[in-house]
């Protein structure tokens, strides 16, 4: 009763599903899905570029990390905010804590609090202890300021986006002339940006590493276009995950100790199944060899074939 | 059964080695409970103190408990170093509970020794008590100008948290 | 258990032998998982699995709990509590990615046990209800899975708690309703946040206690073995203890090893970077997907493009969830006596294919809705329905099988070339 109430069922559903094919395969053949202009032009992360926190024992270098927040503190912090960072996070990078203290106490945003006289909205300056401040009140104050666009939160942004930090570093620097033979309606409008690796080809921010020695390094590294993005992108793998580095020395020692322990286990459970211990259950049992011996000779004194 | 004793050594083995493993995972688990980061930041605060005038105090917060800054006139300073520290239920001289130069900046928690009210006294117009410095209205503790406990049922005086000058009108509290 | 040769539990220390006088813990536990449950001797890697489920079970509700501790349900808070649980409680990392790569840990190796139930046959009388209790824990891990996945509120999250809400709404007549009084509301917010973190917490105790039954049904025929022959005499089995503990228990290391590569060393790779995005109900993801191990169900939901008397999309829904429901009939679709696939040649085939196209469903699941994904989609769940509902009971009528061995122990003496009889045949003379 089951298996006939299945059958049809399963004919029902085999039915329906062939019916979709068929219109489905139909409609492939008389008009073959077109690749989409912004799939043609789009362009992947690059794969040439390397950090030095790639592979599994890969870390940050924290010189890298400095110049990077450089970069984001005198090119994108402006419309950028880094919500999820605090300012006593920076210890990581390498800045001591007077250092930590006057990078929050510098900081061109100050920190909403409350006049604590007339208890009007007012602003404070920045304590290690508080979050990087939003540069915008609210979504709608940050897209007037920028054509309707919203600059994203950079936090997270390594891995928001698929490709990671080479995906950072190529968008940055990928922006160019749109090609000849690009479509007229996805040529970039106004206030928009040709970016091949921007997922919809054109992108509203602004070319942000525009020059060269845009920025002065601390550290006197010559601050090229190219410099500045790697730089940037490391700093932004950092603030995505900050704690890489722990991440992978507990992983070492993890692995390390459930190797041990699978390998003791291993022999333990070998000890068990063919060890001498286990002999009182294999004596009785067929597997052991003298029983073995003694069916074998039954059966050539039976005259069954073995 | 010399044999099987010494083969059962690999079974002792792998399960202590397991076992090791599984106590080692114990400690991320009850160590998550312990104050984040976020909240061991706050655990040290600083505070602006130039504009408390003498005979004023401020309340302020650290580590979400109020705080008691009062800047102590020369009377309020006399009264309580006239007393026999010896004497008090909790004995304390002014000098013990303030830093060495700066004698008249008493800072305390502002919460009773008794059962955790906050004290009257820090705010313009509040109870001060009968000895001039605090009043926890809760079941009638008073404590004097150096926020020593005079009369009701707490045991000890308000407590001085760890704090330091940065300057003369900075103190960094935690 | 009810092999009349299973050791009586004797406890030796004086403490063991109060404490089971006045509660029988111990002897449960000796007779469920002790020297007191005898089990095949001749079980295979994939018998291994379900205590690998049990173990994964275990290690969700323990970091699930701690991170509840610090985890903030609301929609203005849920996505800043989990980086705040990244970044500053104490080893919330860790927390976090073993909780999140943990739930594929659970789903792999359940759709491995699960695999191997269909192949050695393990639904088949009279372990049904151990078949159905089991997908019942599997259903109940994907609503968990689901709510679960909504929790950190990231863009994902939220369209994919749109995504599957709305597909309630496709049911005629009630669907609207129903989808309104899921969600609380008219689409995915504060509400729905909340109730879903309850049930989250919630749902994992249930799970335990659908587990224990299942082993409990279980224990009563006890545990199936790769032949399909059933036990016979004492020299067919070992105590579960220490042989079975001792193969779970390397076995168990080796997967948390792989567990461990994935937490520590690529704890994103399973993920989705959107959800990495704060959920904004205005902007919706150029390709929602769900996590992987929903892959083959999302693709048989979206292999449905065309309406036939029913919408395309009710279609979907309904061969979805008809997809897993469906194995609740196995053990009636599938008649054959021979249980075990190692016996059925033909079968062993058709089974094959179906690993295939499983996969293959999976890996269109997880791809953009466009051709020629869907196309393949189509065919793949013609093959999975087929397979259950019309090869499966045609074959188990038609198909010709291996005889099988006379016992397990024989099995395991001889291989696979054992002095077998034809099925029903007269054992050999006696040993």
Same mark, same amino acid.
């Given at each position: 009763?089951?298996?006939?109430?299945?059958?049809?069922?399963?004919?029902?559903?085999?039915?329906?599903?062939?019916?979709?094919?068929?219109?489905?395969?139909?409609?492939?053949?008389?008009?073959?899905?077109?690749?989409?202009?912004?799939?043609?032009?789009?362009?992947?992360?690059?794969?040439?570029?390397?950090?030095?926190?790639?592979?599994?024992?890969?870390?940050?270098?924290?010189?890298?990390?400095?110049?990077?927040?450089?970069?984001?503190?005198?090119?994108?912090?402006?419309?950028?905010?880094?919500?999820?960072?605090?300012?006593?996070?920076?210890?990581?990078?390498?800045?001591?804590?007077?250092?930590?203290?006057?990078?929050?106490?510098?900081?061109?945003?100050?920190?909403?609090?409350?006049?604590?006289?007339?208890?009007?909205?007012?602003?404070?300056?920045?304590?290690?202890?508080?979050?990087?401040?939003?540069?915008?009140?609210?979504?709608?104050?940050?897209?007037?300021?920028?054509?309707?666009?919203?600059?994203?939160?950079?936090?997270?942004?390594?891995?928001?986006?698929?490709?990671?930090?080479?995906?950072?570093?190529?968008?940055?620097?990928?922006?160019?002339?749109?090609?000849?033979?690009?479509?007229?309606?996805?040529?970039?409008?106004?206030?928009?940006?040709?970016?091949?690796?921007?997922?919809?080809?054109?992108?509203?921010?602004?070319?942000?590493?525009?020059?060269?020695?845009?920025?002065?390094?601390?550290?006197?590294?010559?601050?090229?276009?190219?410099?500045?993005?790697?730089?940037?992108?490391?700093?932004?793998?950092?603030?995505?995950?900050?704690?890489?580095?722990?991440?992978?020395?507990?992983?070492?020692?993890?692995?390390?100790?459930?190797?041990?322990?699978?390998?003791?286990?291993?022999?333990?459970?070998?000890?068990?199944?063919?060890?001498?211990?286990?002999?009182?259950?294999?004596?009785?049992?067929?597997?052991?060899?003298?029983?073995?011996?003694?069916?074998?000779?039954?059966?050539?004194?039976?005259?069954?074939?073995? | 059964?010399?044999?099987?004793?010494?083969?059962?050594?690999?079974?002792?083995?792998?399960?202590?080695?397991?076992?090791?493993?599984?106590?080692?995972?114990?400690?991320?688990?009850?160590?998550?409970?312990?104050?984040?980061?976020?909240?061991?930041?706050?655990?040290?605060?600083?505070?602006?103190?130039?504009?408390?005038?003498?005979?004023?105090?401020?309340?302020?917060?650290?580590?979400?408990?109020?705080?008691?800054?009062?800047?102590?006139?020369?009377a309020e300073i006399q009264a309580a170093n006239a007393v026999d520290a010896g004497s008090l239920r909790d004995p304390q001289s002014l000098a013990e509970r303030t830093k060495e130069g700066h004698n008249n900046w008493l800072i305390t928690l502002g919460v009773c020794t008794h059962l955790g009210c906050v004290p009257l006294g820090a705010a313009e117009g509040e109870n001060r008590g009968e000895y001039g410095g605090y009043f926890c209205p809760c079941h009638g503790s008073h404590y004097d100008t150096a926020a020593r406990i005079r009369k009701g049922p707490a045991p000890l005086n308000l407590e001085v948290p760890e704090y330091e000058f940065l300057t003369d009108t900075s103190v960094r509290i935690g | 258990m009810s092999f009349p040769w299973a050791e009586e539990y004797r406890p030796k220390h004086p403490f063991m032998r109060w404490m089971d006088d006045r509660l029988p813990l111990p002897r449960l536990v000796y007779n469920s998982v002790g020297g007191g449950y005898p089990v095949p001797r001749n079980l295979n890697a994939f018998w291994n699995f379900g205590v690998l489920a049990g173990l994964a079970l275990v290690i969700q509700i323990v970091t699930g709990i701690v991170l509840?501790?610090?985890?903030?349900?609301?929609?203005?808070?849920?996505?800043?509590?989990?980086?705040?649980?990244?970044?500053?409680?104490?080893?919330?990392?860790?927390?976090?990615?073993?909780?999140?790569?943990?739930?594929?840990?659970?789903?792999?190796?359940? %759709?491995?046990?699960?695999?191997?139930?269909?192949? %050695?046959?393990?639904?088949?009388?009279?372990?049904?209800?151990?078949?159905?209790?089991?997908?019942?824990?599997?259903?109940?891990?994907?609503?968990?899975?689901?709510?679960?996945?909504?929790?950190?509120? /990231?863009?994902?999250?939220?369209?994919?708690?749109?995504?599957?809400?709305?597909?309630?709404?496709?049911?005629?007549?009630? /669907?609207?309703?129903?989808?309104?009084?899921?969600?609380?509301?008219?689409?995915?917010?504060?509400?729905?946040?909340?109730?879903?973190?309850?049930?989250?917490?919630?749902?994992?105790?249930?799970?335990?206690?659908?587990?224990?039954?299942?082993?409990?049904?279980?224990?009563?025929?006890?545990?199936?073995?790769?032949?399909?022959?059933?036990?016979?005499?004492?020299?067919?089995?070992?105590?579960?203890?220490?042989? %079975?503990?001792?193969?779970?228990?390397?076995?168990?290391?080796?997967?948390?090893?792989?567990?461990?590569?994935?937490?520590?060393?690529?704890?994103?790779?399973?993920?989705?970077?959107?959800?990495?995005?704060?959920?904004?109900?205005?902007?919706?993801?150029?390709?929602?997907?769900?996590?992987?191990?929903?892959?083959?169900?999302?693709?048989?939901?979206?292999?449905?493009?065309?309406?036939?008397?029913?919408?395309?999309?009710?279609?979907?829904?309904?061969?979805?969830?008809?997809?897993?429901?469906?194995?609740?009939?196995?053990?009636?679709?599938?008649?054959?006596?021979?249980?075990?696939?190692?016996?059925?040649?033909?079968?062993?085939?058709?089974?094959?294919?179906?690993?295939?196209?499983?996969?293959?469903?999976?890996?269109?699941? /997880?791809?953009?809705?466009?051709?020629?994904?869907?196309?393949?989609?189509?065919?793949?769940?013609?093959?999975?329905?087929?397979?259950?509902?019309?090869?499966?009971?045609?074959?188990?009528?038609?198909?010709?099988?291996?005889?099988?061995?006379?016992?397990?122990?024989?099995?395991?003496?001889?291989?696979?070339?054992?002095?077998?009889?034809?099925?029903?045949?007269?054992?050999?003379?006696?040993?």
């Amino acid at each position: 009763m089951v298996r006939i109430l299945g059958f049809l069922v399963g004919l029902g559903f085999v039915g329906v599903a062939a019916w979709s094919l068929l219109w489905g395969a139909i409609a492939y053949v008389s008009e073959p899905p077109q690749e989409t202009v912004e799939h043609h032009f789009h362009k992947h992360a690059r794969s040439d570029v390397n950090f030095t926190f790639d592979g599994p024992f890969g870390r940050y270098d924290r010189q890298q990390l400095q110049r990077g927040f450089q970069v984001y503190r005198d090119v994108c912090a402006a419309c950028h905010s880094l919500r999820y960072v605090a300012f006593r996070n920076l210890h990581d990078l390498g800045y001591n804590e007077a250092e930590v203290r006057a990078i929050a106490d510098q900081w061109q945003i100050q920190v909403p609090s409350v006049n604590p006289d007339t208890g009007e909205p007012a602003t404070r300056k920045a304590l290690p202890s508080d979050r990087f401040p939003l540069p915008y009140a609210n979504d709608t104050a940050a897209r007037a300021a920028n054509n309707n666009a919203l600059p994203p939160d950079l936090s997270l942004m390594v891995k928001a986006r698929h490709g990671g930090a080479p995906y950072i570093y190529s968008l940055l620097t990928g922006y160019q002339d749109p090609p000849a033979d690009l479509p007229a309606e996805n040529r970039p409008g106004q206030g928009l940006h040709y970016n091949p690796y921007f997922a919809n080809l054109n992108i509203a921010m602004p070319p942000p590493l525009a020059a060269d020695g845009q920025v002065t390094y601390a550290d006197g590294t010559p601050a090229t276009r190219d410099q500045m993005a790697r730089d940037v992108s490391a700093f932004l793998a950092w603030t995505a995950e900050p704690t890489l580095e722990s991440q992978r020395q507990m992983g070492l020692v993890a692995l390390i100790f459930l190797i041990i322990a699978t390998v003791l286990g291993y022999l333990s459970y070998q000890n068990i199944w063919h060890g001498p211990s286990s002999r009182r259950v294999r004596e009785t049992g067929v597997l052991d060899p003298e029983n073995q011996a003694k069916a074998a000779e039954a059966k050539s004194d039976a005259g069954i074939a073995g | 059964m010399d044999g099987v004793r010494r083969r059962d050594f690999i079974n002792i083995a792998a399960v202590s080695f397991a076992g090791v493993g599984g106590a080692t995972l114990l400690y991320p688990l009850v160590n998550q409970m312990n104050p984040t980061a976020d909240v061991l930041a706050l655990a040290q605060i600083d505070v602006d103190i130039s504009a408390i005038e003498a005979g004023q105090a401020i309340k302020t917060v650290w580590r979400k408990q109020p705080i008691f800054i009062r800047n102590l006139t020369p009377a309020e300073i006399q009264a309580a170093n006239a007393v026999d520290a010896g004497s008090l239920r909790d004995p304390q001289s002014l000098a013990e509970r303030t830093k060495e130069g700066h004698n008249n900046w008493l800072i305390t928690l502002g919460v009773c020794t008794h059962l955790g009210c906050v004290p009257l006294g820090a705010a313009e117009g509040e109870n001060r008590g009968e000895y001039g410095g605090y009043f926890c209205p809760c079941h009638g503790s008073h404590y004097d100008t150096a926020a020593r406990i005079r009369k009701g049922p707490a045991p000890l005086n308000l407590e001085v948290p760890e704090y330091e000058f940065l300057t003369d009108t900075s103190v960094r509290i935690g | 258990m009810s092999f009349p040769w299973a050791e009586e539990y004797r406890p030796k220390h004086p403490f063991m032998r109060w404490m089971d006088d006045r509660l029988p813990l111990p002897r449960l536990v000796y007779n469920s998982v002790g020297g007191g449950y005898p089990v095949p001797r001749n079980l295979n890697a994939f018998w291994n699995f379900g205590v690998l489920a049990g173990l994964a079970l275990v290690i969700q509700i323990v970091t699930g709990i701690v991170l509840a501790m610090h985890y903030e349900p609301s929609v203005n808070g849920a996505f800043a509590s989990v980086e705040h649980i990244m970044r500053d409680v104490n080893q919330g990392w860790f927390l976090r990615y073993l909780h999140a790569n943990g739930a594929s840990f659970f789903f792999i190796v359940t %759709y491995i046990h699960i695999f191997r139930g269909l192949y %050695y046959g393990s639904y088949k009388a009279p372990r049904e209800m151990v078949w159905m209790l089991g997908l019942v824990i599997f259903l109940l891990m994907m609503a968990t899975a689901f709510m679960g996945y909504v929790l950190p509120w /990231g863009q994902m999250s939220f369209w994919g708690a749109q995504v599957i809400t709305g597909l309630f709404g496709a049911i005629p007549l009630v /669907g609207e309703p129903i989808q309104t009084w899921l969600v609380g509301g008219f689409a995915p917010d504060q509400a729905t946040l909340t109730r879903f973190f309850s049930l989250h917490y919630l749902l994992p105790f249930v799970i335990a206690g659908v587990v224990i039954l299942h082993i409990w049904a279980l224990h009563i025929p006890g545990s199936g073995n790769p032949t399909g022959v059933d036990v016979k005499t004492p020299q067919d089995t070992v105590p579960f203890h220490p042989f %079975y503990t001792a193969k779970d228990g390397w076995f168990a290391g080796a997967a948390l090893t792989l567990l461990a590569l994935l937490v520590f060393f690529l704890p994103n790779y399973l993920g989705h970077a959107d959800n990495y995005i704060e959920a904004n109900p205005l902007s919706t993801p150029a390709h929602i997907v769900p996590e992987w191990y929903f892959w083959p169900f999302y693709a048989i939901l979206r292999a449905f493009t065309v309406d036939f008397i029913l919408p395309a999309k009710l279609w979907g829904v309904l061969a979805m969830f008809g997809s897993i429901l469906l194995l609740f009939f196995l053990p009636w679709l599938d008649k054959s006596p021979v249980r075990s696939g190692s016996y059925r040649p033909t079968f062993r085939i058709f089974f094959y294919v179906l690993l295939v196209d499983i996969a293959i469903l999976g890996f269109c699941g /997880g791809m953009p809705a466009e051709e020629p994904w869907v196309m393949l989609s189509q065919v793949a769940t013609i093959y999975y329905f087929a397979y259950f509902l019309i090869i499966l009971p045609v074959l188990s009528m038609v198909e010709r099988t291996l005889p099988l061995p006379n016992s397990i122990s024989e099995s395991v003496l001889h291989g696979e070339k054992a002095e077998a009889a034809p099925l029903g045949a007269q054992p050999a003379a006696a040993e």
